[in-house]
């Protein structure tokens, strides 16, 4: 008999269980894959030597989230920000920029630099409170109400036809609404205007910084703490059914809806079997990961110094870009994010290489490659780019799919990102994270507060499975 058994050792899925074998719980993680990370997993992909991250690269959240904060993080694992969290390419050198500190930011945006200072500065100033409302369930009464109005009103503003009532000029517009992108499906939503401002504070209150070495070593501090507290980890362990697990007293599943439907067998009551089944994804994910002999030439000089750069044009554009997509339809001119972690951490790749990760939105279950439209809006935000490449890698949405179950037809953030399903995520619940049966938890990012590298499923999941089965609270995190 064991206490806690763990399915996936994604970042949802390892936070659990650190906090379960830190209560002095016996737990043991199962994972598929060779190796633990799930959406934050680092490999040799090309070459030796040149460290790609599959999935996330970046990691705002991280640096900020609740959990990762009480973990320590940063006294874990060098966390590394560059000066200019992102720029924007709207056309050629036409390009806005983000930088850690908001006043350069404000000083860059010309006549709309007052009114993005007045949008973003409650947000940047209060972002601990903001975290706090924005990484958990929905059905609560926010600790912080004063920010959560703020938010709110900003968020249905922007994810409204009210969004550029505040701004004269593209930039502003633009730098807002390619952060808003990272949520599929959208940028004129509340969702992803949301999720978009909460990830434009994050990048001047604690940048957009690259963990040294890859998002691997952010698993790797998780799983080393893990075994100094006595879990276990097996790797190369399809769990098949919960049958497998009745040993078990609390299951928690880093899942998708989907996959936990195919564990249970049959076990769960209709109603909510029929939730699970209903729960929706939303467009897939495309994704080149090139080996360079140089940095990238921008045209815009302050991009060379930018971690993450968006390439989409105006907010018009990416607007268009992205209805199209959400509807089943491929852009020919997608909303790109690239990073190129060579600006902060040499260590990616040898002395003269860089690596270089990009990706946009497809619908879900595309078998397209996007690396030639990629490689062209490259070219053009960075002319010499192509002669630069020394080899590339791609994967499409059903290359996504096949790499890990949660993923969905492509869908990296396991589940769309919409104001129902934030609100029902799986299901409308106060407690979503547990489910009719009986010490089996679902923790992966189809539960609130969703998608990210933020360990707060997990951290949410873990929290309610320890004072329900064994009357214990969240233990000090620590290193």
Not at 59 to 67: G, I, N, T, V
Request: charged share 15%; aromatic share 6%.
């Amino acid at each position: 008999m064991t206490d806690v058994a763990v399915v996936g050792a994604g970042p949802n899925g390892l936070a659990a269980a650190v906090i379960m074998a830190r209560a002095g719980l016996d737990v043991t993680v199962f994972e598929t894959a060779a190796t633990p990370g799930g959406g934050a997993r680092t490999l040799e992909l090309i070459e030796p030597g040149h460290w790609h991250d599959i999935c996330s690269a970046v990691h705002p959240m991280a640096a900020a989230s609740l959990f990762f904060r009480s973990f320590g993080l940063d006294r874990r694992i060098q966390l590394l920000a560059p000066e200019v969290s992102y720029g924007h390419v709207i056309d050629g050198a036409a390009a806005a920029v983000a930088y850690r500190d908001l006043e350069q930011t404000v000083a860059g945006l010309g006549a709309d630099g007052a009114a993005y200072r007045q949008l973003m500065g409650p947000l940047v100033e209060r972002t601990n409170a903001l975290m706090e409302f924005t990484m958990d369930q929905l059905l609560r009464v926010p600790a912080h109400p004063l920010t959560a109005f703020r938010y709110g009103i900003r968020t249905l503003e922007q994810g409204s036809p009210a969004w550029n009532l505040r701004f004269k000029e593209q930039f502003a517009p633009a730098l807002l609404t390619g952060v808003a992108a990272h949520t599929p499906g959208g940028v004129r939503r509340p969702s992803s205007a949301g999720a978009g401002l909460m990830l434009g504070a994050l990048a001047h209150a604690v940048g957009f910084p690259f963990p040294a070495g890859g998002s691997q070593a952010i698993i790797d501090a998780m799983v080393q703490d893990l075994r100094a507290h006595g879990g276990r980890l097996e790797t190369e362990h399809r769990v098949a059914s919960l049958a497998e697990l009745t040993d078990a007293r609390v299951v928690m599943l880093d899942t998708s809806p989907t996959e936990f439907l195919r564990l249970a067998g049959g076990r769960l009551p209709a109603r909510y079997a029929r939730a699970l089944r209903h729960f929706r994804y939303g467009p897939g994910a495309a994704k080149v990961d090139f080996i360079l002999s140089g940095p990238v030439p921008w045209a815009h000089p302050e991009l060379r110094r930018a971690g993450t750069v968006h390439l989409g044009g105006t907010r018009q554009r990416m607007a268009a870009s992205e209805r199209a997509i959400a509807r089943g339809r491929h852009s020919e001119d997608p909303v790109i994010l690239a990073a190129q972690p060579a600006v902060v951490d040499p260590s990616r790749a040898p002395a003269g290489r860089h690596v270089l990760w990009a990706y946009c939105h497809v619908p879900n279950g595309s078998t397209r490659d996007m690396e030639p439209v990629i490689t062209a809006a490259l070219e053009r935000a960075a002319p010499g780019f192509t002669d630069l490449v020394v080899d590339s890698a791609s994967m499409s949405a059903a290359d996504y799919a096949a790499y890990n179950p949660n993923y969905v037809g492509g869908d990296f953030g396991t589940g769309a990102v919409s104001l129902p399903q934030l609100a029902a995520r799986p299901v409308l619940s106060p407690k979503p994270w547990r489910t009719p049966l009986d010490g089996v938890y679902l923790c992966s990012a189809g539960t609130p507060p969703g998608p990210g590298v933020h360990g707060m499923a997990g951290y949410r999941a873990a929290a309610l499975a320890l004072q329900t089965h064994f009357g214990l609270a969240v233990p000090p995190l620590q290193p």
